[in-house]
């Protein structure tokens, strides 16, 4: 049996937080799937022994998530510096990273650097191989702040001015922030392996200036950030409030743009937003360029979905990457996580992917992306289609050039919201439950006898549900 196991409670506490971390980054549906299955053996020569119940979950563990588990275990704890996934009991699949062939993708040195473990005095958080510019998929929602990362990370690659300080991005989560933070970090490497990088989460910015603070070493802090190319800092909205860190950081910042070196910020919110910072800090970082990332649109999400799928090779028919750009709004990384769900399902059972397989796997996914339809939307909606007042509704007009649509609309929440009838009637004016009943009954005869009917509830249902 490994060593540290018991001897170490701290061991336990940084594996929840990695266990923590992981289910927040990868959601909760991949999470319960593959993640929550591991357990630690304990910690063996710089080695964290993670064991799960079958061969398939270490392929599965060791294929998809060893390498961040890894560079969660060493953000916890510096030892940490390679994993091993084995079946419970019995040693197997040893993944040393630096050993794990890179991923495939075009810029080849940067999985070598991913690989290695940090240096101990590189303030510089790891990098994710995944995060390239060649693997973000770029439209209407990303592309300023795309070719804004873009055009700051070729400036440092070819020595060029700093074109905008800062570059301030900013978008709710998911949408790519710290993808393209780490694609500018590889590019630099990549090509001008000589600058200094450094790129770090705010929160970890704060925990190494209270350290520095607790051992008195600030001299040794303030030199290693003041002395960089590029500063990226990550989720910049998590010292909002932390007054004794936007101090420091505000210097530093300041530091850095007198001497010209380029910062790049991300935050959840734009600056002027950003509630608990200070008003000079908030006004600093509106000076360069403000890039907002937008709320992913359909066509993006099938753009990142068919990368995805080819990325890992998975076949995948169209109409199922369809279906799903049009079901997972919430964000991307439930994209990604719902396409792996897919595969590993059908890798179990092995069977081909169909729309079928693919609802069944994912309905518990689907359920929470629903887009909740209210009755006064779709009130709304058959109102405006009908050209009908939105009054007449809840009125008690008869006439048949207001009462079918009402019927329709009646039709339409019984069909589409989990409302019952009398909760429908209610909202109609305070009608009874059998009138909704009536309306729903002869709705559905006119669907099948009258196609121009049967066309409307088409349309209007469309027009609602997306
Ligand atoms: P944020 O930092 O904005 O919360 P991330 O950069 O962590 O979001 O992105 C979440 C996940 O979605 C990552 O796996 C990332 O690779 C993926 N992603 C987001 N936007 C894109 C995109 N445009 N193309 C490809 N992958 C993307
Ligand atoms: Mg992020």
């Not at 473990?117 to 060649?134: N, V």
């Not at 509630?275 to 066509?299: C, F, K, N, Q």
Request: glycine share 4%; hydrophobic share 40%; with cysteine.
């Amino acid at each position: 049996m490994p060593a540290a196991l018991g001897q170490d409670g701290d061991v336990q506490s940084q594996w929840a937080r990695v266990r923590a971390r992981l289910r927040s980054e990868f959601g909760d549906a991949a999470y319960r799937s593959w993640l929550r299955n591991m357990s630690l053996q304990g910690i063996e020569d710089g080695r964290a022994i993670i064991s799960v119940p079958t061969r398939f979950l270490r392929d599965w563990v060791a294929a998809h998530y060893a390498d961040r588990i890894r560079s969660l275990w060493n953000n916890e704890n510096a030892d940490v510096t390679s994993i091993d996934v084995i079946v419970m009991g019995t040693a197997t699949a040893s993944v040393d990273m630096a050993e794990l062939p890179p991923q495939p993708m075009r810029e080849p040195a940067s999985a070598v650097v991913a690989a290695e473990a940090p240096d101990e005095k590189d303030a510089s958080a790891p990098l994710d191989p995944r995060f390239t510019f060649d693997n973000f998929v770029v439209g209407k929602p990303n592309e300023l702040a795309h070719a804004a990362a873009r055009r700051v990370a070729e400036a440092q690659a070819n020595n060029q001015a700093v074109p905008f300080n800062p570059l301030f991005l900013y978008g709710g989560v998911g949408l790519g922030k710290t993808h393209l933070m780490n694609s500018i970090a590889w590019h630099i490497r990549t090509y001008a392996p000589k600058k200094k990088v450094i790129y770090l989460s705010a929160e970890k910015f704060m925990y190494q200036f209270i350290r520095a603070l607790r051992f008195k070493d600030t001299m040794a802090f303030k030199e290693q950030f003041r002395s960089v190319d590029v500063l990226m800092i990550d989720d910049v909205q998590f010292i909002s409030g932390k007054d004794t860190t936007q101090e420091e950081f505000f210097h530093t910042f300041n530091a850095l743009v007198d001497q010209n070196r380029q910062i790049i910020i991300s935050a959840d919110k734009s600056p002027t937003d950003l509630e608990g910072m200070e008003e000079r800090m908030r006004s600093r970082l509106g000076w360069g360029l403000v890039a907002d990332i937008h709320p992913t649109t359909y066509e993006l999400r099938l753009g990142i979905l068919q990368a995805a799928a080819e990325r890992r090779q998975i076949q995948v028919p169209l109409k199922v990457l369809e279906f799903l750009a049009h079901r997972i709004t919430s964000n991307v990384r439930e994209l990604e996580g719902a396409l792996t769900r897919i595969y590993a399902h059908t890798q179990l059972v092995g069977r081909e992917i169909t729309l079928e397989s693919s609802q069944e796997v994912l309905h518990d996914l689907l359920r929470a992306n629903d887009r909740r339809v209210t009755i006064d939307e779709i009130q709304k909606r058959v109102a405006e289609h009908y050209n009908i007042r939105l009054a007449d509704m809840h009125s008690a007009r008869r006439a048949r050039a207001v009462a079918r649509p009402r019927q329709v609309a009646m039709y339409l929440c019984k069909q589409l919201t989990p409302r019952s009838l009398p909760e429908i009637g209610r909202k109609f004016g305070g009608r009874d439950h059998t009138t909704v009943m009536h309306a729903v009954k002869k709705i559905e005869e006119l669907r099948a006898s009258d196609h121009v009917m049967a066309e409307d509830i088409e349309l209007l249902k469309r027009m609602i549900e997306t």
